[in-house]
Every structure is written in C-alpha cells, then in structure tokens.
C-alpha cells in the first residue's frame, strides 16, 4: 500500500470532527461529493471501514477512532515542523497564542501589555471551545491559554496562572437571574432553561435536552433568546450580551487557567512569554 497522502489525512480528519460531510466539506472549502468519494478511497486503501454513515448521521468506527489519533498526531508533527522551520529562519516572526475567544479576557490583555512593555510580540489566535489543544498540535499556535479540567493538556507542559469559581450566564428575563447565588442543583433542575450541550473530545454529544453548540455566537444568541443557559468560568463574562446576567454557582468546579506549549518545544521565546505569564500573577 501506497504512503498515506497528507491531504486524505486532512480530509479524514475534518470528517472525523464534523460527523458531518456538509460541514467538513466546508470547513475544507470543498465540494462535499469529492469529500465522500476521497473518504470512501481512503477506506479502500486502508481495507477497513472509518466511518459508519446512516440516516442519522456519520460515527466513527474503532478504527476510525484510532486513524483520528494517529492522523492528527501526524498532521501536528508536519506543521510542528514547518513552523520551527519557519522560526528559525526567520526570528521576527511572532509566536502565536491560542486562547477561547471571551476567555480570560483581563488576563490577556495584561499579558500583551506586559510583553509589549518588555519589547515582545505575540499574535492572538482567537477560538472556540476545546479547539486550543489541536491548534497547539497542529502546530498553528506556540502557546495557548487553557483551563482545567475542561481542556485535553495530554503532550503539553503546563504553568498554572489562576484559580476561580464559575457563573450561571442566563437570561436576564428569567427568575433565576434575580438570585445573588445559585447551585448546580438550581441550574439543572430549570425544565424551560436546559444547559447546552458542547462536543466531547470524540465530537458526540452528552445526553440531555438542551441545544447542541459549538460556537459562543451561537450559544450568545440562544441565551438572549431564553432558550438555554451555561456555567463557564467567572473571567469568561467579557463576551456576555446586555440581554444575559451572570449569577455565582456556588458548588461548581473551580476552574484553573493554564498556559501550555508542547512538551517536546525547546524555544526560549516561548520560554521568555511563559515566564511573562506566570510573573504577572
């Protein structure tokens, strides 16, 4: 059998964390019948189905699971090394930071004023939830902001920045909005204000009735509609709307920010930043 193409991977991968061929293929800027047809190949290659596709939608099989861990530990490798490659060629280029966008916003920007201050740079790669761990192995990002215990830190090194508690973001028309305090009890026992549902690691859903989400765009908008609520991290309220209020849930999980870089980074640049970091608090 032939080398594995780096473009089938790619591919494979887009699918993988979809479970969708519409929006892998958009994700790709591809045609979706190319997708399904280089998929259906890829298969044939490998003689073992990745992927189980029926009407409810696309699931990965075992061997699926396991081609994902290793193709994004592939990919990330590649772009691992081009991007040393391409700092070590040229030493002005920025590192990048991935951070959630609205997360650990004060943070942020006192660590960009800090750099700043000390003649540093370093480009902001704004994202969605969960998605820092694959840019910092794809090697699109250097470093990253991440929180325990919601985020995947396996391969990463870490330096703890901050603790803190978590607020309910509900709508400001509901009753709950008007307590000082509420408790995970509270917050999960509202039948007309289900929790939204976020992607595990594998790209299912928990079970639940609340919607299922994958932008805070999209969740913004649901909570300012009435139609779901959220727990997050206290320092997370930057990006909350006029129409959304923050209460404290007392019994929720402390939530521990973390810088993280790869384990196997041997960068003084990124070494000077993490240092910044940790110094600030």
Known sequence: MDDLETRELRYFVAVAEELHFGRAADRLGI????????????????GVQLLDRDRRGVTLTAAGRVLLVEAEAALGAIATAVRRT?????????????????????????????????????DVLLCEVGEQAGLLRRGR???????????????????????????????????LAARDQLTLADVSAVPDLPIARWPRLDGTYPDGPGPEVHTQSKLAQLVALGKTLLVIPASSRAWQWPEHVAVPVVDAPEVTTVIAWPSDSHSDEVASIVRSAVKLL
């Open 31 to 46: 045609a979706q019948p190319p997708l399904s047809r280089a998929i259906s190949r890829l298969e044939r290659r490998l």
């Open 141 to 175: 990002a250097d470093l990253a902001l991440m929180h325990i215990p919601y985020d995947d830190l396996a391969g990463f090194e870490t330096e703890e920045l901050f603790v803190e508690g978590q607020v309910a973001i509900l709508p400001a028309a509901h009753p």
């Open 86 to 122: 391409q700092l070590a060629g040229s030493p002005q280029l920025p590192l990048v930071l991935a951070t959630k966008a609205g997360a650990s916003h004060e943070l942020l920007q006192q660590l960009l004023d800090a750099l700043a201050a000390d003649g540093q740079s370093v």
